[in-house]
């Protein structure tokens, strides 16, 4: 990719990614858990949108209690999705398309049935230092090994360390107790991980996306958050940026695809994460604007989503990123998130579904950045609407709506009301591609549950449909290709005379693009504009007069 800013922003923002979660795309053995072989077979689906890249969730060795994001051997995959033979097919026929793929690595922990932690159970040095160890209290039993090292929570419940008799030493995890944490001051930790780049790219891989990547570097002395949840001492650490680089020089990824999820981060984290002259990663995921649904800034709670503090979630990114050479991912949803209609739109009515799931893409493929899609999203799926907590497989989900009850002095009810619309797994129900059983994910019992709307939303109604959400995408994926202002233009966001309504505009050279979206299902005020071109919208036919239609989206350009 060219690092010059013009033709680095006109490389990067003409590029769409699509987000693929292996085990709910497509079966091909009907096991009922998505595989490789199943991706190949849907490429000709992904190649008629026009993505660019494929973010593959991972399809490792792995004993899935994360669904995969607990890594027992990465240079292996993981035989409920196929073989190695599988994934170079997929590499082969992706390539033919014109579509390049990209790998998520887990870097901040491995599952605790890898072969490092494994070794380093059985007791041995060179393994231990690969994990991040502390010694319990003086007196401390196998039975009562004490008070655990810090007060750090870890971000699936409960304390972050976690006792280990085989080796008398606390592991610190911050996420599951599975998933301990590695210990990237160790320089063999960091040689592994990078071979494990060089592994991948060798075999035609062309991006890699990184988990909570911002996470990796840890203090070197633990102490308890007095102010928080621990965090703090390690969001975006003191090494981070030299790990970043070091991984990049060594996995030989420069240049390449690459993008990185940051957990807690800031502005100003980002723009140097994602600044070509640092070579660290092309781009970053943040998750700011996921914050607007939150009550008391409580992510397990349920409530409509504040818009105007979405814009300004959306205004802070845009605006300094643009201004500071940093660079965004776009996106509404991922795997770790619930459907963006049913949070964000609104999926009651046929009607209300239909146009708001149009607005939220024309919403953000409109912006500066690089655009993801995550699987079924361009089919505008919802939550799945499951009615009990055991529908669920999701081990955060779980965690919660117990912590909820014994903790937050909920009943299950309202527990589960909030796991029904925040849960993980809300995005992970299989992707619908047709009215057959199972939505034509799988010929056997898919290993969660299909929504019921199957049978009327799925990807073979909307294929033919000149209106579908699918369409719409189409429609906006190929504009993002045509357009230089799209892909390379100044942003700023402009006062709205509604506080339902995000607008902003565009600017390279002589033209100018204005985008306006209602984020209500009631007319709103729009910004009067003289002149100009419709570009694109949600509706049929132009807005008339001084407001928008619910749920409306517009995009007006004037050239020269």
Known sequence: MAIGNNSRARELGSKVAYEIYVRSFSDSTGNGVG???????RLDYLADLGVDYLWITPFFVSPLKDGGYDVADYRNIDPVFGTMDDFDELVREAD?????????????HTSDQHEWFQRARAGDPRYQAYYLLQDPEPGATADDPGKPPTNWE??????AWTYSP?????????????????????????????????????????????????????????EDDLEGDGRRFYTDGEHVD?????????????????????????????????????????????FHHFRVD????????KTRPDIPMLREAFRSWQEEMTAAGGWNALFWTCHDQPRPTTRFGDDTTPESWRR?????????????GTPYIYQGEELGMTNPGFTSIDQYRDVESINYHRIMQEEGGKSEREAFEIIAYKSRDNGRTPVQWDDTPNAGFTTGEPWIGVSENYTWLNAQAEIDDPDS???????????????????????????????????YERTLGDERVVVQCNFSGEPQPRIALEGGELLVSNYDNAAEGDMLRPWEGTAQVWRG
Not at 154 to 159: A, D, P, R, T
Request: proline share 3%; glycine share 8%.
């Open 35 to 41: 595989d490789l072989r199943g991706i190949t077979q």
């Open 96 to 108: 033919a398309r014109g579509i390049g793929l990209m790998l998520d690595m887990v870097f901040n």
């Open 154 to 159: 870890s971000k699936f419940g409960g304390n």
């Open 166 to 222: 085989e080796m008398g030493k606390w592991y610190l995890h911050l996420y599951d107790a599975s998933q301990p944490d590695l210990n990237w001051r160790n320089p063999e930790v960091r040689s592994e991980l990078a071979s494990v780049l060089r592994f991948w790219k060798d075999r035609g891989v062309k991006g890699f996306r990184f988990d909570v990547v911002n996470n990796i570097s840890k203090p070197v002395t633990f």
């Open 242 to 286: 030299e790990y970043l680089r070091l991984l990049v020089r060594e996995g030989g990824i420069d240049g390449m695809m690459t993008v990185g999820e940051m957990s807690s981060t800031t502005i100003e984290r980002c723009i140097s994460y994602s600044n070509p002259d640092n070579h660290e990663l092309a781009m970053t995921f943040s």
């Open 294 to 301: 939150n009550v008391g800034g409580n992510r397990w709670s």
């Open 356 to 368: 708001s799931a149009k607005l939220l893409p024309l919403c953000t493929f409109l912006l500066r």
């Open 469 to 503: 959400v699918l369409a719409f995408y189409k429609r906006l994926i190929a504009l993002r290709k045509a357009e230089e202002i799209i892909q390379a233009g100044d942003v700023r966001f402009l006062d709205s005379p509604s506080d339902k309504v995000i607008a």
